[in-house]
Protein backbone atom coordinates (compact mmCIF):
# COMPACT_ATOMS: atom_id res chain seq x y z
CA UNK A 1 0.00 0.00 0.00
CA UNK A 2 1.07 3.75 -0.16
CA UNK A 3 1.18 6.14 2.04
CA UNK A 4 -2.05 8.26 0.39
CA UNK A 5 -4.77 6.53 -1.91
CA UNK A 6 -2.12 8.39 -5.17
CA UNK A 7 1.15 8.24 -3.16
CA UNK A 8 3.55 5.21 -2.92
CA UNK A 9 6.40 7.59 -1.29
CA UNK A 10 9.52 4.83 -2.41
CA UNK A 11 12.06 7.57 -0.69
CA UNK A 12 9.85 7.79 2.46
CA UNK A 13 10.92 6.05 5.49
CA UNK A 14 9.78 2.99 7.24
CA UNK A 15 8.49 2.95 10.54
CA UNK A 16 8.32 0.09 12.45
CA UNK A 17 4.62 -1.04 12.45
CA UNK A 18 5.05 -0.56 8.72
CA UNK A 19 7.26 -3.62 8.58
CA UNK A 20 5.40 -5.86 10.51
CA UNK A 21 2.02 -5.35 8.54
CA UNK A 22 4.28 -5.85 5.91
CA UNK A 23 4.72 -9.30 7.19
CA UNK A 24 1.56 -9.58 8.38
CA UNK A 25 -0.23 -9.16 5.40
CA UNK A 26 2.07 -11.16 3.15
CA UNK A 27 0.80 -14.46 5.68
CA UNK A 28 -2.55 -13.50 4.92
CA UNK A 29 -3.57 -11.56 7.37
CA UNK A 30 -4.03 -13.84 10.70
CA UNK A 31 -5.80 -13.49 13.25
CA UNK A 32 -4.51 -13.92 16.82
CA UNK A 33 -6.04 -13.60 20.46
CA UNK A 34 -2.00 -13.25 22.15
CA UNK A 35 -2.53 -11.15 24.97
CA UNK A 36 -0.54 -7.73 23.59
CA UNK A 37 2.59 -6.65 25.76
CA UNK A 38 3.38 -3.09 24.39
CA UNK A 39 1.21 -0.73 26.23
CA UNK A 40 1.78 1.66 23.09
CA UNK A 41 -0.07 -0.59 20.80
CA UNK A 42 -3.70 0.78 20.66
CA UNK A 43 -6.64 -0.83 19.50
CA UNK A 44 -7.63 -0.05 15.97
CA UNK A 45 -4.73 1.12 14.53
CA UNK A 46 -3.94 -0.03 10.80
CA UNK A 47 -0.83 -2.35 12.30
CA UNK A 48 -2.89 -3.21 15.41
CA UNK A 49 -3.85 -6.88 14.59
CA UNK A 50 -0.42 -6.78 12.75
CA UNK A 51 1.77 -6.10 15.87
CA UNK A 52 -0.36 -8.61 17.75
CA UNK A 53 0.28 -11.84 15.40
CA UNK A 54 4.49 -10.62 15.13
CA UNK A 55 4.75 -10.60 18.94
CA UNK A 56 2.54 -13.91 19.35
CA UNK A 57 4.79 -15.80 16.91
CA UNK A 58 8.27 -14.19 17.97
CA UNK A 59 9.24 -12.70 14.94
CA UNK A 60 8.90 -9.34 16.64
CA UNK A 61 10.42 -8.00 20.00
CA UNK A 62 9.83 -4.50 21.89
CA UNK A 63 11.98 -1.92 22.91
CA UNK A 64 11.20 -2.42 25.66
CA UNK A 65 9.24 -5.18 27.52
CA UNK A 66 6.13 -3.09 27.25
CA UNK A 67 6.89 -0.55 24.25
CA UNK A 68 7.00 -1.37 20.56
CA UNK A 69 7.75 2.16 19.56
CA UNK A 70 5.79 1.30 16.40
CA UNK A 71 5.87 5.32 14.87
CA UNK A 72 9.89 5.02 15.01
CA UNK A 73 11.81 4.95 11.70
CA UNK A 74 13.29 1.16 11.57
CA UNK A 75 16.87 0.74 11.65
CA UNK A 76 18.57 -1.52 8.99
CA UNK A 77 19.81 -3.61 12.32
CA UNK A 78 16.15 -3.70 13.46
CA UNK A 79 15.23 -5.01 9.75
CA UNK A 80 17.74 -8.00 9.46
CA UNK A 81 16.94 -8.78 13.22
CA UNK A 82 12.85 -8.90 12.06
CA UNK A 83 13.65 -11.02 8.86
CA UNK A 84 16.06 -13.69 10.14
CA UNK A 85 13.18 -14.37 13.33
CA UNK A 86 10.36 -14.05 10.30
CA UNK A 87 12.95 -16.99 8.67
CA UNK A 88 12.47 -19.02 11.62
CA UNK A 89 8.97 -18.93 11.98
CA UNK A 90 8.96 -19.98 8.24
CA UNK A 91 11.70 -23.10 8.93
CA UNK A 92 13.66 -21.33 6.43
CA UNK A 93 16.46 -19.94 8.47
CA UNK A 94 20.20 -21.99 9.02
CA UNK A 95 20.01 -24.07 12.59
CA UNK A 96 22.36 -25.72 14.75
CA UNK A 97 25.87 -23.47 14.61
CA UNK A 98 26.92 -21.41 12.28
CA UNK A 99 28.06 -18.48 11.28
CA UNK A 100 29.59 -16.46 8.45
CA UNK A 101 32.02 -14.01 8.21
CA UNK A 102 31.08 -10.19 8.15
CA UNK A 103 33.39 -7.89 6.61
CA UNK A 104 31.73 -4.82 6.87
CA UNK A 105 33.75 -1.45 7.54
CA UNK A 106 31.14 -0.56 10.11
CA UNK A 107 31.01 -4.09 11.66
CA UNK A 108 31.55 -2.41 15.31
CA UNK A 109 28.94 -0.46 14.81
CA UNK A 110 26.35 -3.25 14.57
CA UNK A 111 24.60 -4.20 17.68
CA UNK A 112 25.54 -8.07 19.51
CA UNK A 113 21.68 -8.82 19.25
CA UNK A 114 21.92 -8.39 15.64
CA UNK A 115 25.11 -9.16 14.58
CA UNK A 116 23.55 -12.91 13.54
CA UNK A 117 20.61 -11.59 11.83
CA UNK A 118 22.94 -9.53 10.04
CA UNK A 119 25.20 -12.95 9.41
CA UNK A 120 22.17 -14.33 7.38
CA UNK A 121 20.63 -11.76 5.57
CA UNK A 122 24.64 -11.43 4.04
CA UNK A 123 24.26 -15.17 3.81
CA UNK A 124 21.04 -14.77 1.28
CA UNK A 125 22.00 -11.86 0.05
CA UNK A 126 18.83 -10.12 1.71
CA UNK A 127 20.35 -7.38 2.64
CA UNK A 128 23.87 -5.73 0.94
CA UNK A 129 26.62 -3.31 1.82
CA UNK A 130 26.87 0.25 0.43
CA UNK A 131 29.59 0.94 -1.87
CA UNK A 132 31.78 1.84 0.73
CA UNK A 133 31.32 -1.76 2.45
CA UNK A 134 29.23 -0.21 5.17
CA UNK A 135 26.26 -2.12 6.08
CA UNK A 136 25.16 1.34 8.25
CA UNK A 137 22.89 -1.16 10.96
CA UNK A 138 21.75 2.15 12.66
CA UNK A 139 20.97 3.90 9.37
CA UNK A 140 16.55 4.17 8.70
CA UNK A 141 15.58 2.62 5.73
CA UNK A 142 13.50 3.89 3.26
CA UNK A 143 10.24 2.10 1.74
CA UNK A 144 12.37 1.45 -1.77
CA UNK A 145 15.24 0.05 0.05
CA UNK A 146 12.93 -2.09 1.87
CA UNK A 147 10.73 -3.80 -1.10
CA UNK A 148 14.21 -4.82 -2.57
CA UNK A 149 14.76 -6.18 0.86
CA UNK A 150 11.22 -8.50 0.50
CA UNK A 151 11.80 -9.42 -3.34
CA UNK A 152 15.03 -10.49 -2.45
CA UNK A 153 13.96 -12.85 0.84
CA UNK A 154 11.25 -14.15 -1.33
CA UNK A 155 13.93 -15.02 -4.58
CA UNK A 156 16.49 -16.10 -1.53
CA UNK A 157 13.42 -19.19 -1.48
CA UNK A 158 12.65 -17.24 1.76
Do not use: H
Not at 6 to 23: H, Q
Not at 54 to 64: E, N
Amino acid sequence: NGTTETTFDPNGLLTRAMLVTILWRAEGMPASDYAMPFEDIKPGKYYSDAVRWAASTGIILGISETEFAPDDNITREQIAAIMFRYAKYKGTAPEGAWAIRLDYNDINDISDWAAEAVMFCKLKNIMLGDDANLFNPKNSASRAETAAIFQRFNEAGK
